[in-house]
């Protein structure tokens, strides 16, 4: 299907499919495959490690409701001709919508500036936000990769969720002590990292996650 930009808002984004396969083969230098979102129940694809880490931040937001992998092809003119551009994601949240590029900050040229500056003109045109992921700190990609290993369901028969809510309810607590307080601090590890992933707890993640870090009640800092 084709669409002008201005109409790019009434397409039934639901009913596209990715742009491009993919696909794997030898001596390739980028990365593509499949990743498991627990947000919305089911594979999505992707085409640089750089994309896979997005798509677990995502994963970690809470009003996520569908995520498109390369959604479609814009197609443009600019004083040098034709040319077009498939963002990378274009992500669904409740009452408005995310086109996201992914691309490392350095390597990004020229070129790419002005595929990012069209892509932009056309989100806002569809009355989307746009944005260019361009890289993460380093302890943020290893605190979010540490927390999906319990994004899970998990059973609770040993009662650790209750033990852990309470004790965070009084006053903040740094991690490792929050678990030694716990009846069985080597399992109540696991279940305090399950109750931040699904924000029934809370943590500073422009900090380092660890022992030291602090855990706070949800809705409070």
């Known amino acids: 299907m084709v669409c002008p930009v ?25 990365r593509p495959g499949l990743a498991y979102m627990v947000t919305t129940g089911r594979m999505h694809g992707f085409e640089s490690l750089a994309e896979r880490r997005l798509l677990l931040a995502l994963d970690f937001l809470d009003d996520v409701e569908e995520v498109l992998s390369q959604p479609f ?5 600019t004083v040098e001709g034709a040319e077009d551009h498939t963002p990378d994601f274009l992500v669904l949240l409740s009452g408005t919508a995310v086109l996201i590029d992914v691309r490392p900050g350095h390597l990004i040229k020229d070129k790419d500036l002005v595929k990012f500056a069209a892509a932009e003109r056309a989100a806002a045109a569809a009355g989307w ?17 540490a927390l999906s290993a ?25 991690f490792g002590e929050l678990v030694k307080a716990t009846s069985l601090p080597a399992i109540a590890r696991a279940h305090a990292l399950h109750l931040l992933w699904h924000r029934r707890l809370a943590v500073d993640l422009a900090q380092p996650l660890g022992d030291a870090a602090w855990v706070y009640p949800v809705g409070r800092s």
Request: net charge positive; hydrophobic share 45%.
């Open 129 to 145: 936000h746009y944005l260019v992921v361009t890289g993460w700190r380093r302890h943020v990609a290893v605190g979010l990769d």
């Open 6 to 30: 201005q109409d790019l808002a009434a397409f039934p984004a639901l009913a596209s499919v990715p742009v491009r396969g993919f696909t794997w083969r030898a001596r390739q230098r980028h």
């Open 73 to 77: 092809r814009l197609r443009f003119t």
């Open 150 to 174: 319990r994004r899970r369901p998990m059973a609770d028969r040993l009662g650790l969720h209750g033990e852990l809510l309470d004790l965070v309810a009084g006053r903040p607590r740094r």
